[in-house]
């Protein structure tokens, strides 16, 4: 049985960070690109960053390439999402999601994502 659990969210006034962690369980880690989404209250979940399989390539949406870092670590089976200058714009649930190497598609697809995490709330306070 696949898991993804994150962890990090919180509460954060703007211009602050904060450090999302996403734990793997139940699936062959080094075989999936991991992906960061979130979604809005009223919105659609968005793509927001995703690193291969190996973590050679990362991608980033415009909106947070400068600002977010996403790293991973395959001998934990961890994916992480540093984010720093968050503004108010940042406020959303956080998803992380894997999608199998093996199955070539765009990393920012929300469609090619098998699995998901529960979600991490964020906020930040303007």
């Known amino acids: 049985q696949v898991q993804l659990l994150e962890s990090g969210g919180g509460l954060v006034q703007a211009g602050g960070s904060l450090r999302l962690s996403c734990a793997a369980s139940?699936?062959?880690?080094?075989?999936?690109?991991m992906g960061w989404f979130r979604q809005a209250p009223g919105w659609e979940r968005e793509f927001v960053a995703a690193?291969?399989?190996?973590?050679?390539?990362?991608v980033y949406a415009e909106s947070v390439k400068t600002r977010f870092t996403m790293s991973r670590d395959n001998g934990r089976n961890l994916v992480f999402l540093e984010m720093n200058s968050l503004k108010a714009a940042d406020t959303a649930v956080y998803f992380c999601?894997?999608?199998?190497?093996?199955?070539?598609?765009?990393?920012?697809?929300?469609?090619?994502?098998?699995?998901w995490g529960q979600g991490t709330q964020v906020t930040v306070s303007s």
């Open positions: 999601a894997a999608a199998s190497a093996f199955n070539a598609g765009y990393y920012y697809d929300i469609t090619r994502y098998q699995y």
């Open positions: 139940g699936l062959t880690f080094g075989e999936y690109d």
């Open positions: 690193t291969s399989f190996s973590g050679g390539a990362t």
